[in-house]
């Protein structure tokens, strides 16, 4: 493992336990050349994802991309770290058990609102006036009226 402040190899764990959720490793690790300490998390992944984009490219599946992209919708919500991971830990499970090792990006974009959908439904609407462009008021409106017919359902 590469040591991010002086680029060295030479590191050494100091420490490893699973993650709160049991989905990952927690390491402790301690540069030998600089003395600097850092966390590291080892996950189990099935298969390599790639995202095929609307424009037709290809780009590998970022788990940490995914996760901001839910952190900024849920921006100043009430909604635990801890519920994030869950949540995420899930749609990640789901992509890998899928078969497929290509992912359409708006498949993945509807994963994640229904995600954020049973998170909050601020982060909801947030992120769909991103996800589908939304240009006027009545599409807000539109989005809202499907929270409102979910919730009665």
């Known amino acids: 493992m590469r040591c991010p402040f002086c680029a060295s190899t030479s590191t050494q764990v100091k420490d490893s336990r699973p993650s709160e ?10 540069c030998s050349d600089c003395g600097g300490r850092f966390t590291t998390f080892e996950r189990v992944q ?5 995202v095929v984009k609307r424009s037709g ?3 590998p599946f970022d788990r940490d991309k995914l996760i ?12 635990e770290q801890e519920r994030i991971e869950r949540t995420v830990n899930g749609m990640v499970r789901q992509l ?31 992120f769909a ?6 240009r006027e008021a009545r599409d807000f409106e539109d989005v809202l009226d499907e929270l409102s017919e979910d919730q009665v359902a």
């Open 57 to 59: 490219g290809r780009v």
């Open 68 to 79: 901001r992209s839910i952190e900024t919708a849920l921006r100043k919500r009430p909604v």
């Open 96 to 126: 890998e058990s899928s078969g497929e090792a290509d992912i359409p990006s708006a498949h993945l974009g509807e994963i994640v609102m229904e995600a954020l959908k049973e998170l909050d439904d601020v982060a909801y609407v947030r």
């Open 21 to 30: 959720d049991d989905a990952a490793i927690r390491r402790r690790r301690s």
């Open 129 to 134: 006036s991103v996800y589908r462009d939304f």
């Open 46 to 50: 099935l298969r390599e994802l790639m």
